[in-house]
């Protein structure tokens, strides 16, 4: 009574197929993975944070009128 059997599954998958579409699962899966794949990398890179920093600081004092912004897209 406490667990759902494959027909249980196979209808809640439809449903949610239904109600969100291929395109948006597909891209809620990606954009997962890159966030799973990004923390994978973090934690790789994790024992040296104060390189970034210092490259950062570096290309500002190259340029000082350079601007420091994120791009966002529009989805």
């Known amino acids: 009574m406490g667990s ?4 249980h ?6 449903i949610v197929l239904l109600v969100f579409g291929t395109k948006k699962l597909k891209n ?3 954009d997962l993975g890159g966030a ?5 990398d973090g934690m790789k890179d994790g024992s040296s944070p ?3 920093s210092q490259q950062v600081t570096a290309n500002k ?9 994120e791009a966002k897209t529009k989805s």
């Open 61 to 69: 004092a190259a340029d000082p009128h350079t601007v420091d912004v």
């Open 36 to 40: 799973v794949k990004g923390f994978k």
């Open 9 to 14: 599954w196979l209808i809640v998958l439809v």
């Open 50 to 52: 104060a390189e970034p």
């Open 28 to 30: 809620i899966g990606s």
């Open 4 to 7: 759902f059997s494959v027909w």
